[in-house]
C-alpha cells in the first residue's frame, strides 16, 4: 500500500518559482515511477511529469519542457518538481502520483496524493 504526502504549492506572479515534494510511504519495496499531473480549472486531468524511481526515465509533457524539473531524493523518499519560468494558465491543483512505470497515462498510476493548489497571476 503507497501513501503519497505532497508539500509546497501556493501563489505565485507569472514568472517566477514554485517546487512541489511528494513523499512516498509504503510497506513493501517495488519498482515503480512517480509522477505529478495537474487538472485546471474545468479540465480534465493532464500528465505534467514522472520518473521511475531509479531515475533514469523521465518524460515531460510538451507544456512544461524547458521549464518544469522533476527530479527524486531516494534518500527521502521524496520526489520534486520545480516549476520555472511558471505562466498564468499553470495555474492548477497538482497531484503526485505512484505507478509501476513511466507513462503519462493516469490510469496506470493506483495511488495517488491529495492535491496541492498552484496559483500563478499574471
Known amino acids: 500500500q503507497v501513501q503519497l504526502t505532497e508539500s509546497g504549492g501556493g501563489s505565485v506572479q507569472a514568472g517566477g518559482s514554485l517546487r512541489l515534494s511528494c513523499t512516498r510511504v509504503?510497506?513493501?519495496?517495488?519498482?515503480?515511477?512517480m509522477a505529478w499531473f495537474r487538472q485546471r480549472p474545468g479540465q480534465e486531468r493532464e500528465f505534467v511529469a514522472a520518473i521511475s524511481w531509479s531515475g533514469e526515465t523521465i518524460e515531460y509533457a510538451d507544456s512544461v519542457k524547458g521549464r518544469f524539473t522533476i527530479s527524486r531524493d531516494r534518500s527521502k523518499d521524496t520526489i520534486i518538481l520545480q516549476m520555472n519560468n511558471m505562466l498564468p494558465e499553470d495555474t492548477a491543483v497538482y497531484y503526485c502520483?505512484?505507478?509501476?512505470?513511466?507513462?503519462?497515462?493516469?490510469?496506470?498510476?493506483?495511488?495517488w496524493g491529495q492535491g496541492t493548489q498552484v496559483t500563478v497571476s499574471s
Open positions: 509504503e510497506q513493501t519495496f517495488t519498482t515503480s515511477a
Open positions: 502520483a505512484h505507478g509501476l512505470v513511466v507513462t503519462n497515462m493516469d490510469f496506470a498510476y493506483k495511488a
